[in-house]
């Protein structure tokens, strides 16, 4: 926390920092030292490093709930978690090198002017207002926004800009904490979009992947990256595989072990078009 800089009143700064001590305080939650989590120091450390006006809003939110016992990294999470849920909206999507190399040059204006006229056209029906607005969006069931969303190909966090996840300053579901939006939340997975194959039985909770492959097919690349994973038994360096239409996330039983994690273990088949393996 102490690298960490001091935050500034910029919507996507207020983002990313809320997110960074979210992350900690559920590295503390996964290594199982609650104790950390009542640390004056650390969380005189977190108050130091916000704006003065979100300062004060911190104050009155501590007082608000003093009576209540929660620690208080716990308090201050929550805290930070609101105020990025109000700076989502206005928290621009992380340009690339190039882009920011674009936007000192002279495709400045051209640049803002596009994603104006983004930002104020609904990626569901083209009219001007944002996509939460649409009524056609709003009518739809669980099932049909979550086929929307896919169509148009947007963010399952921020429902606004065609970019990844992982680069979306938008905070997650405030329901599961997954990485997409509240009003896509559900208990359960909503349904795939893929039929089923027809000799799986209706009862088994077998997990089934269908792979089809045809010839003269181009290649297909898989977005794979190195993270560190962390539990109470150690730390494993493992290849992560990116899935931007996931709603869940899979751990080897094996590597589970390894750190120290526990969750619901599930039998994954990968049946092919024709044969299973």
Not at 6 to 25: T, Y
Not at 92 to 97: F, R, Y
Not at 245 to 267: H, P, R
Request: charge should be positive; aromatic fraction near 6%.
């Amino acid at each position: 926390m102490k690298n960490l800089p001091i935050v500034g009143e910029n919507p996507s700064d207020i983002c990313i920092f809320a997110s960074k001590v979210k992350n900690a305080v559920e590295t503390i939650k996964a290594l199982k030292k609650s104790q950390y989590l009542s640390s004056p120091e650390t969380l005189r450390v977190i108050v130091d490093k916000m704006p003065t006006s979100m300062k004060f809003g911190w104050f009155a939110y501590h007082r608000s709930r003093r009576d209540e016992e929660i620690q208080e990294l716990l308090l201050v999470e929550a805290f930070l978690e609101t105020e990025a849920d109000m700076c989502g909206d206005f928290a621009p999507p992380e340009a690339s090198s190039e882009q920011r190399r674009g936007i000192r040059n002279s495709v400045h204006l051209v640049q803002e002017a596009s994603k104006e006229k983004y930002k104020k056209s609904c990626p569901f029906c083209e009219e001007e207002h944002f996509a939460l607005e649409c009524k056609k969006f709003k009518e739809a069931n669980l099932n049909g926004k979550w086929d929307m969303t896919k169509k148009a190909k947007i963010c399952f966090k921020c429902l606004r800009f065609k970019h990844s996840r992982i680069n979306c300053k938008a905070p997650v579901c405030k329901l599961c904490k997954r990485w997409y939006h509240t009003v896509l939340h559900s208990d359960k997975p909503p349904a795939p979009i893929e039929k089923e194959a027809k000799n799986i039985s209706s009862t088994s909770e077998e997990k089934v992947a269908s792979i089809h492959n045809a010839k003269g097919e181009e290649k297909a690349y898989l977005k794979m990256i190195p993270v560190n994973l962390y539990g109470p038994k150690g730390q494993v360096r493992v290849l992560a595989l990116l899935d931007e239409g996931s709603t869940v996330t899979l751990l080897d039983a094996s590597i589970a072990e390894k750190i120290g994690v526990e969750g619901k273990q599930q039998k994954l088949t990968i049946e092919p078009s024709a044969r299973k393996c």
